[in-house]
């Protein structure tokens, strides 16, 4: 058992920083606690890695790479990565457990949806290791000439606390099948997960140092990694504030960037939709992962004919969300990540009301048992009466709270749907199958959903239009992200270069 698994009689989980293979503390030996949000009572001690421990791992991380990691075949790496898919599934109920203690999410979240969607993004990728293929190019002449596509090295990897271990499964599975190595730092506010797969990496055989897991804060061990100059690649799922930050930093050292920012989608129901499964929909898009969510529909349009009867369903329906113990498998929304996320949903809500805007549910903290008074809750809450262009609508809030705004007609709903910097997913709800795809190559953003909302698939691309970012994840995109183009020339004449004659 390795020093990272111990569990003291305080129930307190310990973990330390791997690297190269091994459990080791942070060579400043700080650490940092923390909390489950439903309780507030700390769940991990967690060794607090630092710039040196970031030198540390990105070092391993290149030895690993020069050494046994590109000599491997791709149908090994393909192989490793399919029996990382294994282990996981084997722990998938441990997993899951502690992913709603570290983040909150509700129990059925984290078994259902995130943990079988970490096992499909490496069984996914684990199959796409053999088929990373260059191309023969017509050049004319006796001439052949064709393409490689290699890894880009030693990659950065810098995650959020909404999907802490899919996040990571998003970053690692496609950079790993491309055979590049990785340094991987989670959020501070769920290292948990994240560390527990570095366990499950050693129980794949993976190569000591392909993998790195360095847990500590954004500002030194986040800022020593994207502008570290050993490394090749930088990816980043955040805030737009520091995604900036992120790509100033690379600029420096001309390190490659890929970034998945934040989101403020337009959820768009029209007047020949399907009420009740645009309510549902609507639901799905705002208070699934209590709001904490890049691609929420955070702003829902409605036409003006269906306000009325749309919004009756929305609040009934609503008011029945079984808001408490994430652990309980009838919960559907647990705890925000932290009391700063809660505080900053609570700031939005007096902004959103000196705006002018109305709740038309939630807005508070709920009541909950003794138990649960120190955790991070607050209720779904619905905002009418709001226009497009106040702050609560531009925003990205990043809880359980929606804007809605209502529309006329087509022209007046592209126009005020599109009016936001970000540009990640956005949803329509008609039975107007013409409608429906005009709306969808009108709309300026990486993802559309048309009468549903939320759905993922690891073979499907994800990813922003505008200030939500660059690059694509998932899907034969995501290649593009971990490899690099090398254009192969070869001479087939057999004769010299006749330029300079003899
Ligand atoms: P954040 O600061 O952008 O955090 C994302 C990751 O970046 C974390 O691992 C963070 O480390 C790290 N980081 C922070 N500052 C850094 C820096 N200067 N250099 C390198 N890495 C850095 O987001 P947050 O503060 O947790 O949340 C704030 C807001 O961001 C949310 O309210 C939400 O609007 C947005 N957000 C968006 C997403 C998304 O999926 N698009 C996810 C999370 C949050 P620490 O954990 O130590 O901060
Ligand atoms: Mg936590």
Redesign the pocket.
């Given at each position: 058992m390795s020093s990272a698994q111990q569990v003291p009689s305080n129930n307190t989980r310990r973990y330390q920083l791997f690297i190269d293979g091994k459990w080791v503390d942070a060579e400043s030996g700080k650490t940092f606690e923390t909390p489950n949000p439903s309780t507030g009572e700390t769940l991990a001690e967690v060794a607090e890695g630092d710039k040196a421990d970031i030198d540390k791992a990105v070092a391993a991380a290149r030895r690993a790479y020069e050494g046994k990691w590109s000599k491997m075949s791709a149908r090994d790496r393909g192989r490793l990565l399919y029996k990382l898919s294994q282990v996981i599934e084997q722990h998938a109920g441990e997993l899951a457990a502690l992913e709603t203690a570290d983040n909150g999410k509700p129990i059925r979240e984290s078994t259902y949806i995130d943990i079988p969607q970490v096992i499909e993004n490496f069984e996914y990728f684990a199959g796409f290791a053999t088929k990373i293929e260059g191309e023969t190019i017509p050049v004319p002449g006796q001439m052949l000439n064709y393409t490689l596509r290699e890894p880009l090295g030693v990659c950065g990897q810098?995650?959020?606390?909404?999907f802490p271990l899919l996040?990571a499964a998003w970053k690692l599975a496609p950079a790993l099948a491309a055979g590049n190595t990785v340094v991987l730092?989670?959020?501070?506010?769920t290292p948990v997960t994240a560390l527990e797969l570095g366990k499950l990496f050693q129980e794949a055989d993976f190569p000591d140092g392909v993998v790195n897991i360095v847990p500590?804060?954004?500002?030194t061990?986040?800022?020593a990694?994207?502008s570290h100059p050993g490394i090749d690649k930088i990816a980043?799922?955040?805030?737009?504030?520091?995604?900036k930050?992120?790509a100033h930093?690379a600029a420096d050292n001309l390190t490659k960037v890929s970034l998945?920012?934040?989101?403020k989608a337009p959820n768009i129901v029209f007047a020949d939709a399907d009420m009740e499964q645009a309510v549902s929909g609507a639901m799905m898009g705002i208070f699934y992962n209590q709001g904490?969510?890049?691609c929420a529909g955070s702003r829902i349009f409605l036409h003006e004919e269906i306000k009325d009867e749309f919004l009756e369903s929305f609040k009934a329906r609503v008011g029945r969300i079984k808001v408490g113990d994430p652990t309980n498998k009838e919960t559907l929304m647990g705890p925000q990540v932290s009391s700063?996320?809660l505080d900053?949903i609570k700031s939005y809500v007096d902004i959103a009301k000196n705006e002018g805007a109305t709740v038309l549910a939630g807005g508070c903290p709920p009541q909950l048992d003794a138990d649960f008074q120190k955790g991070f809750f607050f209720q779904p809450t619905i905002f009418t009466e709001v226009k497009n262009s106040m702050r609560v609508a531009q925003e990205?809030?990043?809880g359980p709270v929606t804007s809605v705004i209502t529309f006329k007609d087509e022209d007046d709903l592209i126009k005020q749907a599109n009016d936001t910097i970000f540009g990640l997913s956005a949803g329509i709800w008609t039975k107007d199958i013409t409608r429906a795809h005009r709306f969808a190559r009108a709309i300026k953003a990486g993802t559309v959903w048309i009468n549903t909302f939320n759905m993922f698939n690891a073979a499907s691309p994800f990813g922003g239009y505008k200030h939500s970012g660059y690059g694509r994840e998932m899907g034969k995109h995501a290649l593009e992200l971990y490899t690099q183009v090398k254009s192969v020339w070869v001479d087939l004449s057999g004769k010299p270069m006749g330029w300079y004659g003899k």
């Open positions: 810098i995650i959020p606390w909404n996040m730092k989670p959020a501070e506010q500590g804060f954004g500002e061990a986040g800022a990694l994207a980043f799922t955040g805030s737009t504030e520091v995604g930050i992120i930093s998945e920012l934040g989101g904490q969510v890049c700063e996320q900053r990205e809030i990043f």
